[in-house]
């Protein structure tokens, strides 16, 4: 294997989600197929794709994704996403390792989790 090329994140609908990783995290969206419930946008080191579940995979939206966004600024961060209107649901907390994390939930209330290495 060479290297984790896509992660899922499940999305009642589609193109208001698609929207919000363009738009208001700046990813850029290369793929939106509303009709097979499948979007994509590139991030700076993986494809984020945006399905639209069906069956069981309905629980899988609006839960803990366990993907976490790298930053270079925990804190920075987390007061740009409050200006842009996206929720915080953990606040930055320095860990005993050195880092600090924090967390952000998408407009399907996924979350997500930002980390600074330090």
């Known amino acids: ?5 896509h992660v899922t994140v499940f999305v009642r609908d589609l193109k208001k989600a698609a929207e919000f990783y363009e738009k208001k995290l700046g990813f850029r969206k290369t793929m939106m197929a509303e009709e097979f419930g499948w979007a994509e946008l590139k991030t700076p ?3 984020l794709a945006l399905s639209r579940p069906s069956g069981g995979e309905r629980k ?9 966004f790298e930053s270079r600024d925990v804190r ?3 007061e740009e996403l ?3 209107g ?3 649901t953990e606040e930055p907390v320095k860990k005993a ?11 399907d209330g996924n979350e997500f989790t930002l980390m600074e290495q330090r």
């Open 86 to 88: 996206i929720k915080i």
């Open 97 to 107: 390792w050195g880092g600090m994390v924090a967390a952000f939930v998408d407009p």
């Open 76 to 78: 920075k961060t987390c």
């Open 45 to 47: 080191s993986v494809v």
């Open 1 to 5: 294997m060479k290297a984790i090329s």
């Open 60 to 68: 899988l939206v609006g839960r803990f994704t366990g993907i976490v």
């Open 82 to 84: 409050k200006r842009k």
